[in-house]
């Protein structure tokens, strides 16, 4: 069934071109689970041989993870905490993965949800609990633009280098996903490891300021 799907999502970013790269990116970003390394890495590949423009591909990418960051960033305003906990489950969000995506926002704040953009799993729903906080929608959407767009871009640059150098990855998106998972492992270590480092200097601040009423 998944290779349907991968194989699926791979012909419409072939045939549909921008749109595909659009549209797949928007749900990536929603609560369909597309990864996004079957979409931004053969198109950058295709415009590599002229079919599409490198940083074309990139914006639709950007806006199209924005657009579907937007819609779930409205729809757990809207829905709330008891319906996502509650329907979440059938739309693949599990109690685990939600619960990190909340301490994520509530402990990291809008640096958070930019460095969110940049790593899996917590990825593509951090706009909920922005949402569910009502953080502010401008400020999330220049963090979100900002994180998307570096990360279809490190996806594009692996993608033209990667499926240059090994084409017949195009005949087989289970191994094109495993490969570039694989190249970007150092990538998404090093953003984990700053937002470790973030997270460390926060409590530090706040164990200062609360020092002094403590004595």
């Excluded at 599409?52 to 905490?81: D, H, I, R």
């Excluded at 993608?159 to 492992?185: A, C, F, T, Y």
């Amino acid at each position: 069934m998944m290779h349907e799907f991968l194989s699926w999502w791979f012909h419409l970013v072939d045939q549909w071109g921008y749109f595909g790269v659009f549209l797949l990116m928007a749900m990536e970003s929603s609560i369909i689970p597309v990864p996004s390394e079957i979409v931004m890495p053969p198109a950058a590949f295709w415009a590599a041989q002229g079919r599409m423009s490198f940083w074309g591909v990139v914006a639709a990418g950007t806006f199209g993870s924005y657009f579907g960051s937007a819609v779930s960033y409205w729809a757990a305003q809207w829905l709330g905490v008891p319906l996502i906990r509650k329907f979440g489950k059938y739309v693949l969000i599990s109690e685990k993965n939600f619960q990190l995506a909340e301490a994520w926002v509530t402990d990291f704040g809008l640096p958070g949800v930019f460095v969110a953009r940049l790593l899996p799993v917590v990825r593509h729903l951090i706009s909920i609990p922005a949402g569910i906080f009502k953080m502010s929608f401008w400020k999330f959407s220049v963090v979100t633009i900002a994180g998307a767009g570096i990360w279809c871009a490190v996806l594009a640059w692996f993608g033209q280098e990667i499926i240059g150098k090994r084409p017949e990855l195009l005949n087989s998106p289970e191994d094109m996903i495993h490969v570039i998972k694989d190249q970007l492992k150092w990538f998404v270590a090093a953003v984990a490891l700053i937002g470790v480092l973030y997270l460390l200097v926060v409590i530090f601040k706040k164990k200062r300021v609360k020092a002094p009423a403590n004595l």
